[in-house]
Every structure is written in C-alpha cells, then in structure tokens.
C-alpha cells in the first residue's frame, strides 16, 4: 500500500509502499532509548519506492543491539524519528519508516514484536489502567 508521512512540525516529508503484513514492534534498549518510550513501530520500505522531502539530521549507532550499525535519521528541528537504514552513500535497499509519522497509521497495526527479551514488563499491562479518553484532569 501507498504510505505517506510528514514529522511533526513539517521539515521532512516522505512517501513509498509497504506491506502492512511487515509492521512490526521492537523492544530493544536502543529503540526504547531513541524514542524517548517504550518500543518502536516500524514498517520496512523497499529504497526504490521511498522518496523524501527536507534533509533529516542522522546519528550511525555503531553498537545496535543487533550488532550491526544502524543509521536513524530523525528531523532536526523537531526531533521525530523518520526511519533506520543501512549506512552508506544514496539510495538503501530498505528503510525502516517509524509508522507514528505516517498518515495511514490506523492500517499498520503491528503483526509481530522483536526483541521481546528486553520489552518492559508493564507493556503487555496496559489495559488494566485507568483511561481518559483525553489528557489526564
Ligand atoms: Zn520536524
Ligand atoms: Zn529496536
């Protein structure tokens, strides 16, 4: 499916495909720390489909919890994280766009959660605590 996006003040837009199928959770201590939460959602984007608007800002984590370098690029002004790639010179084979900057995000619910060892133990708790439909009063 088509999926297009924007971070939150705007910068940086992108567009490609991807297959719902693939829209997947990760716990690992990396993604917990670099978005500031619990986990990541992510849903892979083939490189020859993706396009972007605006220049995001990049950090290469060298030491991912995968053991294999990761670059995550993210807006510069506002700090949303756009999406984890290999590093390297142009166009990647496969970005990993994070889905809570995509329009579409109600269609990409998560089909699978990675790194489940090092997910917090409250996360699968979360329907046992009080809701409000709006912020807290
Ligand atoms: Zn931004
Ligand atoms: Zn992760």
Redesign the pocket.
Known sequence: MKITGACHCGAITIEGEADPEKVSI?H?T??QTGTGSAF?VSVPVPGDTFTMTGEPTSYLKTTA?SGHPRLQAFCGKCGSPIYSTTPGEGRQASYMVRVGILRERDQLAPKRQN?YRSARAWVTGLGALPKNQKQAQ
Request: some cysteine; overall charge negative; glycine content about 0%.
């Open positions: 990760c690992c990396d993604c990541r919890d790194w």
